[in-house]
């Protein structure tokens, strides 16, 4: 592999691993707050980039419209999830993880009657490519590591400095002594999947002009977001960007020089070994 | 007991009727029933890990290389099926030994999501290695045959499914009744307090895993040698999920529910086997048990019975109002 190529499958590991981090960073979050997984992940993100594929391509919105509409809309259907189907079944996590895996299986085959069955794409919205350490990479795939990277200063802001975030922080360490503080535990739930589906969308919305559009295009994002929150370790949010980092390098340099399955195959035989060595993963607290 | 007794008088019932079924039904019903024995079969194997509360929601993996196995020792090797099954089986449970090992140390989540990158990491393989498996394009597979004779009959292949399925299920049933069963089910209600009472967690969780991925051996092998086909695709996330649906669906308090499940989602899917709508319908049955019948098919006739003798203050189930 020579020094150019090397270069070439970094930076793209970094844009890909921004990917992964968006996908990841909601997963931990809610996890660390209700201990629950949420399955349907890969699913918002399919629709974040189904969301651009309407509002941007057949419809002629600005992207930066379409982006931030299809972050809202799933957002709001974040929020009706946590309303219809976690907050129901109170708490029970074995039922709340079949029931996302339920949705999930449902939004990835009504897919296909309503989106139809064959691939779509979305044209390039920011063309031409950039020079970077002496090799030419796409602006299309460069774009995607400040909006993201903007998107995780905007959650860390959120979760710090906002009385919101306050309240995510507290029931995350002690649910009951924070509804005995006066936060509305259900309320603040529902806006951490909320934040976590639009995060999700977010991260479908850029991929699509990037990759081929079908109702199963989540999968893939949401294995490997499995993989970086069990590396980084469950409900970590530094761990997830760590964990998103490592991977999308991994990812993008062993899939060069190998192909893209054994790179899964790669990454999954490393969590296993992982976990045999440190079963809460890297920074996880304990179980 | 008397529940026992109609117990046994209902499955008594339900095998003569089986048994007949090929004298009354055409071709079609035939291959149906197998198939539906094939997913009793994957439901009731997934009992004990869940009992344990293991959410594994990768068990059509270990189906798929049972399926492999055994069809590929037939095709290549020409081993007998009642081997080649039987081989199959094993390497399931090997591999669920492998994988369980580190995994099961995890409490539930962590597990579930390994589960899941696990049945990516079989299919890809089942795609990627081309030389053995004939990857996508597809490996067909010969007829099954027992004790020299080939079962090449739709009626003698659904007899075989049937004889299978009643060994499985009386032997997950005895295991299920004994004390490892009992054991099983404390480490499920109370891990902590179990293990406080010196029961050896990881191992009996490992061993309901390692004995759940054998009998999904089990009918990956026979599923291969009836469909005659196999295509990675196949044994992805979906089926693993519909495993796992087919027990929640029934019901998991009882070891009739995964039974249950099985047999009512397979037939009620069966105009939409292959399509969309199948998976659509399952999810959409899967969020309604949830959300309002949480104890599965098996306890909507107590439900109903409950209803008919209706008294203002009590159901069936009343938990305490300060619960």
């Given at each position: 592999m020579t020094a150019a190529l090397l270069v070439q499958s970094a930076v793209i590991g970094l844009s890909i691993g921004s990917i992964y981090i968006l996908m990841a960073l909601g997963l931990t979050l809610m996890f660390g707050m209700m201990h629950i997984i949420n399955f349907a992940h890969g699913a918002v993100y399919m629709?974040?980039?189904?969301?651009?594929?309407?509002?941007?391509?057949?419809?002629?919105?600005?992207?930066?419209?379409?982006?931030?509409?299809a972050m809202l809309l799933l957002g709001a259907f974040g929020y009706l999830v946590e309303r219809s189907i976690y907050r129901p079944i109170k708490g029970g996590v074995e039922p709340t993880l079949v029931a996302l895996l339920a949705l999930t299986t449902l939004l990835q085959a009504a897919g296909?009657?309503?989106?139809?069955?064959?691939?779509?794409?979305?044209?390039?919205?920011?063309?031409g490519t950039r020079n970077v350490l002496g090799v030419m990479i796409s602006v299309e795939r460069l774009m995607i590591i400040p909006i993201a990277g903007a998107l995780v200063v905007g959650l860390y802001?959120?979760?710090?400095?906002?009385?919101?975030?306050?309240?995510?922080?507290?029931?995350?360490?002690?649910?009951?002594?924070?509804?005995?503080?006066?936060?509305?535990?259900?309320?603040?739930?529902?806006?951490?999947?909320?934040?976590?589906?639009?995060?999700?969308a977010a991260a479908g919305a850029l991929m699509a002009p990037i990759f081929k559009l079908d109702p199963m295009m989540g999968e893939q994002p949401l294995l490997k977001a499995f993989i970086i929150i069990i590396l980084g370790g469950l409900g970590s949010i530094p761990g997830a960007i760590l964990g998103g980092l490592i991977l999308g390098l991994i990812d993008s340099i062993v899939a060069t020089a190998l192909g893209a399955e054994p790179a899964f195959l790669l990454s999954f035989v490393f969590i296993i070994l992982l976990l045999l060595w440190r079963p809460t993963g890297l920074f996880g607290h304990a179980l | 007991m008397p529940s026992n007794a109609r117990a046994a008088t209902v499955f008594v019932a339900?095998?003569?009727?089986?048994?007949?079924?090929?004298?009354?039904?055409?071709?079609?019903?035939?291959?149906?029933?197998?198939?539906?024995?094939?997913?009793?079969?994957?439901?009731?194997?997934?009992?004990?890990?869940?009992?344990?509360?293991?959410?594994?929601?990768?068990?059509s993996a270990f189906m798929c290389i049972g399926a492999y196995t055994s069809a590929l020792l037939a095709k290549n090797l020409g081993v007998p099926f009642e081997v080649s099954l039987l081989c199959g089986a094993l390497l399931a449970a090997v591999v669920g030994l492998a994988i369980g090992y580190p995994s099961l140390r995890l409490r539930g989540v962590y597990f579930a999501?390994?589960?899941?990158?696990?049945?990516?990491?079989?299919r890809l393989i089942a795609s990627i290695w081309v030389p053995?498996?004939?990857?996508?394009?597809?490996?067909?597979?010969?007829?099954?045959?027992?004790?020299?004779?080939?079962?090449?009959?739709?009626?003698?292949q659904y007899y075989l499914a049937l004889v299978l399925m009643l060994i499985v299920l009386v032997i997950l049933y005895k295991l299920e009744r004994s004390r490892l069963g009992l054991v099983w089910k404390s480490i499920?209600?109370?891990?902590?307090?179990?293990?406080?009472?010196?029961?050896?967690?990881?191992?009996?969780?490992?061993l309901a895993f390692t004995l759940g991925c054998f009998f999904a051996g089990v009918a990956g092998a026979f599923y291969a040698h009836f469909i005659r086909f196999l295509f990675p695709p196949e044994f992805g996330f979906l089926l693993a999920?519909?495993?796992?649906?087919?027990?929640f669906v029934g019901g998991r308090g009882h070891f009739a529910g995964p039974v249950v499940g099985a047999v009512f989602l397979s037939l009620l899917s069966e105009p939409f086997r292959g399509s969309p709508y199948e998976t659509i319908f399952f999810s959409i049955v899967m969020l309604l048990t949830i959300l309002f019948l949480p104890g599965g098919l098996i306890t909507l006739p107590g439900k109903l019975a409950g209803l008919r003798r209706w008294r203002p203050t009590s159901g069936t189930y009343a938990p305490p109002a300060s619960a």
């Amino acid at each position: 592999m020579t020094a150019a190529l090397l270069v070439q499958s970094a930076v793209i590991g970094l844009s890909i691993g921004s990917i992964y981090i968006l996908m990841a960073l909601g997963l931990t979050l809610m996890f660390g707050m209700m201990h629950i997984i949420n399955f349907a992940h890969g699913a918002v993100y399919m629709l974040g980039a189904f969301a651009i594929y309407y509002v941007y391509f057949q419809w002629g919105a600005p992207y930066f419209a379409a982006f931030v509409l299809a972050m809202l809309l799933l957002g709001a259907f974040g929020y009706l999830v946590e309303r219809s189907i976690y907050r129901p079944i109170k708490g029970g996590v074995e039922p709340t993880l079949v029931a996302l895996l339920a949705l999930t299986t449902l939004l990835q085959a009504a897919g296909y009657p309503v989106f139809g069955t064959l691939d779509k794409h979305v044209p390039p919205v920011f063309s031409g490519t950039r020079n970077v350490l002496g090799v030419m990479i796409s602006v299309e795939r460069l774009m995607i590591i400040p909006i993201a990277g903007a998107l995780v200063v905007g959650l860390y802001l959120f979760i710090n400095k906002t009385r919101m975030g306050a309240a995510m922080r507290a029931i995350e360490q002690d649910k009951e002594a924070a509804a005995l503080q006066g936060v509305n535990v259900n309320v603040i739930n529902g806006l951490a999947f909320a934040v976590g589906f639009a995060l999700a969308a977010a991260a479908g919305a850029l991929m699509a002009p990037i990759f081929k559009l079908d109702p199963m295009m989540g999968e893939q994002p949401l294995l490997k977001a499995f993989i970086i929150i069990i590396l980084g370790g469950l409900g970590s949010i530094p761990g997830a960007i760590l964990g998103g980092l490592i991977l999308g390098l991994i990812d993008s340099i062993v899939a060069t020089a190998l192909g893209a399955e054994p790179a899964f195959l790669l990454s999954f035989v490393f969590i296993i070994l992982l976990l045999l060595w440190r079963p809460t993963g890297l920074f996880g607290h304990a179980l | 007991m008397p529940s026992n007794a109609r117990a046994a008088t209902v499955f008594v019932a339900v095998v003569a009727l089986l048994i007949a079924l090929p004298f009354v039904g055409g071709d079609y019903y035939i291959y149906l029933f197998a198939l539906v024995f094939i997913n009793v079969i994957l439901a009731a194997s997934l009992r004990p890990s869940l009992t344990c509360g293991q959410l594994n929601i990768g068990h059509s993996a270990f189906m798929c290389i049972g399926a492999y196995t055994s069809a590929l020792l037939a095709k290549n090797l020409g081993v007998p099926f009642e081997v080649s099954l039987l081989c199959g089986a094993l390497l399931a449970a090997v591999v669920g030994l492998a994988i369980g090992y580190p995994s099961l140390r995890l409490r539930g989540v962590y597990f579930a999501m390994v589960t899941v990158a696990f049945v990516e990491a079989i299919r890809l393989i089942a795609s990627i290695w081309v030389p053995l498996t004939r990857g996508n394009a597809g490996l067909s597979v010969p007829k099954p045959s027992l004790l020299g004779m080939s079962l090449a009959t739709r009626t003698s292949q659904y007899y075989l499914a049937l004889v299978l399925m009643l060994i499985v299920l009386v032997i997950l049933y005895k295991l299920e009744r004994s004390r490892l069963g009992l054991v099983w089910k404390s480490i499920g209600m109370a891990e902590n307090l179990a293990q406080s009472l010196g029961v050896d967690i990881a191992n009996h969780k490992l061993l309901a895993f390692t004995l759940g991925c054998f009998f999904a051996g089990v009918a990956g092998a026979f599923y291969a040698h009836f469909i005659r086909f196999l295509f990675p695709p196949e044994f992805g996330f979906l089926l693993a999920t519909n495993i796992l649906v087919y027990n929640f669906v029934g019901g998991r308090g009882h070891f009739a529910g995964p039974v249950v499940g099985a047999v009512f989602l397979s037939l009620l899917s069966e105009p939409f086997r292959g399509s969309p709508y199948e998976t659509i319908f399952f999810s959409i049955v899967m969020l309604l048990t949830i959300l309002f019948l949480p104890g599965g098919l098996i306890t909507l006739p107590g439900k109903l019975a409950g209803l008919r003798r209706w008294r203002p203050t009590s159901g069936t189930y009343a938990p305490p109002a300060s619960a």
